[in-house]
């Protein structure tokens, strides 16, 4: 069958499973468009093509199949390399789709061209520039085995227009397949598991990989059968549920009290599916400085990145933690945990306290009680994803999705979108900071047009909250560009884009507009007013290790 | 900090040299020297690259240049057992008083002159990284016009076994 080079790219998309793109249109990619037009495929537009590479990128974090984005030449292919970042940095798997130019303007800056594949090298798994119709269905399946393959990441497929339009025969590509990845010999897991067995003192460090790879029950299992107690990186929190008596919370800059007191005092750390980022070995060189370390990862090149281990598995989460289950003795001895326990009564989270605003610690426990188990919560970047990471209880895999590797400011509109588009029957919630909403806010457009309703709620200090909590502490509280001074109307921001307004000045306000918001399916925005002066605590400063904390700061 | 020696197969298409210079440069690792060309394997070119690193660094240098799609392997050339071969091509002055004195010095290498004009003349020498060391340590008594060395290739002569 003659096809042309969109129609057969399109084919392929759907071969691979794919039922939902994020596309943004433009002279390159209209032949793409015009046989997406025509397919099954549901297609959303964004405002921005950055919010589509961030809704892709949330799709693909809920629904855990691989998203994809597709965007113009030039200016629609750099507007997405933030967001390809972003999955890059959080392990993500994304398929980007470009167009570019046609073949015989390559090279001579044509108007829109932009080389892609140059500028997204550094921050995807690999990308391809078909030059070839013969080879673009083999390319776009290659595209999407390699995204989701070991560790999962975004693959970029550049297509000259010329080849959309040309007529090739058509021949099924067929379905990717995951390229397994091969486990550490099983010498190494009978090692690990005697550490184990003889360890006092163990602590898992959990981290995204774990919810990525479909490795919660197999965590669970372990845990428990080990009595190991667990801390999380960031994008591990929902790897077990907060409420287990054996998860600690988050470990690391903002992490729990306990978290880090267990990182400092364990004799055995095994991390699984985590890469010992800054943010959590902030001094590498002291961090669980008492401990051995087993590191577990599908990627290889982890090993010994940031922090030197002691003994290497590499595998799957799932496969590794499911072998060492069972090899490992269950557990009963009770002294760590009780010292443990003990510890986390008497070196609680702060608590909220009350204020005149909306206390963002009681907009979090509220935020719990009114939304269903399974509601997803997305969050921006700053103070509030803190907040949320340390505040809100988690009861589900794949229901937090932020932006940890990249820490990428305007994430989460699109991701919510996205989180939507994935899931339309869940809620789906955002918690941003003005200055992050600020960013992408125009994505409030895509959420009413694409009747994708979302519910937005904007921790208001008026203040770049994060970035002034370091001018207060390490600055002298020189508050250089972090008063924003805006004058943002968000209720009537929402009512111009066809959302629906809320203004909060308390916590009961914001919990009685979110009752109204979440009932009326429709996109909302609940702007709370919030206290600048407010800050994230527990705080391990950058660099430094769990001897350092900061429990908190007076101010000024 | 160490020198090494490695070599990597890797498919021959544009952009691959790219990805792994952008990898080093990226990740702050140094080339030292750098050589690419085709290899008997259809589709496969072979880069060799001298590099310095820590012990410890050189195995994260060898991880990350392993997950790149286009690399199919990355090998450590051993310290003995290897063949390191580079080619130097220099053009120099000489005066027709120094011309015998030069030719003199140069009889332990291995070096042709395939190109001579009055008071100039081309060098070219293919010899081990050592050797090459030393042929240069020679020149500095001449004014050298151009200098054009290959960076090194090399081939693990332990698979003869």
Redesign the interface.
């Known amino acids: 069958m003659r096809l042309t080079g969109a129609q057969i790219l399109i084919r392929t998309l759907i071969e691979q499973g794919v039922d939902t793109v994020f596309g943004y249109p433009g002279g390159t990619v209209i032949n793409i468009f015009d046989a997406l037009g025509e397919s099954e495929i549901k297609l959303i537009m964004p405002s921005h093509e950055q919010g589509g590479a961030h809704a892709a990128d949330g799709y693909a974090r809920v629904s855990g199949k691989p998203g994809v984005v597709i965007a113009t030449s030039g200016p629609g292919a750099t507007n997405l390399v933030t967001g390809i970042a972003n999955a890059y940095m959080d392990s993500v798997p994304l398929v980007a789709i470009t167009g570019n130019v046609v073949r015989r303007l390559m090279g001579r800056d044509s108007f829109q061209e932009v080389d892609i594949c140059g500028v997204t090298m550094p921050v995807t798994k690999h990308n391809f520039l078909v030059q070839n119709i013969s080879e673009l269905a083999a390319t776009v399946k290659e595209a999407f085995t390699i995204a989701v393959s070991g560790r999962p990441g975004p693959v970029l497929v550049d297509i000259p227009k010329d080849i959309t339009a040309e007529l090739f025969d058509y021949v099924p590509a067929g379905r990717y397949k995951v390229r397994e990845t091969p486990m550490s010999a099983q010498s190494k897991l009978y090692l690990a598991a005697d550490m184990i067995s003889k360890s006092k003192r163990p602590l898992i460090y959990g981290g995204g990989g774990i919810v990525s790879g479909n490795a919660c029950e197999q965590l669970t299992a372990f845990a428990e059968r080990g009595n190991i107690p667990v801390a999380a990186s960031l994008m591990g929190l929902t790897a077990l549920p907060s409420a287990h008596p054996l998860m600690l919370g988050m470990i690391g800059m903002h992490g729990t009290p306990v978290s880090n007191f267990a990182g400092k005092n364990c004799d055995l750390l095994i991390s699984v599916a985590a890469r010992f980022s800054d943010r959590v070995a902030g001094d590498r060189k002291r961090f669980a400085p008492n401990a051995r370390l087993i590191h577990i990862d599908i990627d290889p090149a982890e090993f010994d990145k940031n922090v030197v281990c002691d003994l290497h598995i590499r595998g799957g989460a799932s496969e590794a933690l499911d072998e060492l289950t069972k090899l490992i003795p269950e557990n009963k001895d009770t002294g760590w945990i009780n010292e443990i326990e003990l510890f986390r009564r008497e070196n609680p989270m702060p608590e909220a306290v009350g204020g005149e605003k909306v206390n963002p610690r009681e907009l979090l426990r509220l935020l719990r009680a009114l939304t269903d188990d399974d509601a997803i919560l997305v969050t921006d970047v700053g103070q509030h994803q803190m907040w949320a990471a340390q505040y809100f209880p988690f009861t589900q895999p794949r229901t937090f999705i932020t932006s940890g590797g990249l820490g990428a400011m305007g994430f989460g509109m699109g991701a919510a979108i996205g989180a939507k588009a994935a899931n339309p029957d869940k809620q789906v919630i955002l918690l941003t900071g003005d200055g992050s909403f600020h960013m992408n806010l125009t994505e409030l457009a895509t959420s009413v047009t694409s009747n994708l309703p979302i519910t937005v709620i904007i921790l208001n200090n008026g203040v770049l909250g994060m970035v002034r909590q370091w001018q207060h502490l390490f600055f002298g509280s020189r508050y250089v560009s972090t008063t924003t001074g805006r004058k943002t109307d968000f209720v009537k921001l929402a009512e111009a884009f066809g959302a629906a307004g809320f203004a909060a000045n308390t916590a009961q306000e914001a919990a009685e507009a979110l009752k109204i918001a979440l009932s009326s399916n429709r996109t909302s925005v609940i702007d709370c007013s919030a206290d600048p002066d407010e800050m994230v605590f527990p705080m391990i400063p950058s660099g430094k290790s769990g001897d350092d904390i900061i429990y908190g700061a007076e101010v000024d | 900090m160490t020198n090494w020696l490695m070599s990597l197969i890797v498919n021959n298409h544009f ?1 691959v040299l ?2 792994v210079t ?1 990898l080093f440069s ?1 990740r702050g690792y140094n080339i030292a020297s750098l050589s690419v060309g085709e290899t008997n394997l259809s589709g496969m070119s072979r880069v060799t690259i001298e590099t310095q690193a820590g012990g ?1 660094e050189i ?2 240098i060898i ?2 240049l ?5 690399v199919k392997s990355v090998a450590l050339l051993p310290r003995t057992e290897t063949i390191a071969r580079e080619l130097l091509i220099i053009k120099l002055i000489v005066t027709a008083a120094r011309r015998d004195a030069l030719t003199d010095a140069l009889s332990v290498y291995d070096v042709k002159i395939p190109y001579e004009e009055e008071g100039r003349l081309i060098l070219e020498f293919t010899g081990n990284p050592a050797e090459c060391e030393a042929l240069l340590k020679l020149m500095d008594g001449y004014t050298v016009l151009e200098l054009c060395r290959t960076g090194i290739t090399a081939m693990s002569a332990v698979n003869l076994k």
Do not use: F, N, S
Request: aromatic share 0%.
């Open positions: 952009g790219t990805r952008g990226r410890a195995h994260q991880k990350q392993e997950k790149l799609e286009d």
